[in-house]
Nanobody, 122 residues
Framework: QVQLRESGGGSVQAGGSLRLSCAASGLTYRDSCVGWFRQAPGKEREGIAMIWRNIDRQFYVNPVKGRFTISQDNAKNTVYLQMTSLKPEDTGVYYC???????????????WGQGTQVTVSS
């Protein structure tokens, strides 16, 4: 059974940094990619970064490109999201999820963590 657990969220001021962790267990070949998503209050969940586990290839959406970095530690079965130069518009609940199709569409991801709150104040 696949389990994903996010941690590392918190409250920071604009310009600050946070590192989110996604600890995974029970992954199979169908969990070939890991994505980070966020959901701001009143908005739909959006994909922001994803990584292909086997080839360690990363992709980002434009609003976070150059500020966020997704990485993985296979020995720890953990995927990270390093976030720098945070902005108030980065506020939301951050989720990690696994899938096999890649991309940033939440519908393409099958397994989800419970989320961690990130709040960025101006």
């Amino acid at each position: 059974q696949v389990q994903l657990r996010e941690s590392g969220g918190g409250s920071v001021q604009a310009g600050g940094s946070l590192r989110l962790s996604c600890a995974a267990s029970g992954l199979t070949y169908r969990d070939s990619c890991v994505g980070w998503f966020r959901q701001a209050p009143g908005k739909e969940r959006e994909g922001i970064a994803m990584i292909w586990r086997n080839i360690d290839r990363q992709f980002y959406v434009n609003p976070v490109k150059g500020r966020f970095t997704i990485s993985q530690d296979n020995a720890k079965n953990t995927v990270y999201l390093q976030m720098t130069s945070l902005k108030p518009e980065d506020t939301g609940v951050y989720y990690c999820a696994t899938g096999e199709n890649g991309g940033f569409n939440p519908a393409d991801y099958n397994r989800w963590g419970q989320g961690t709150q990130v709040t960025v104040s101006s």
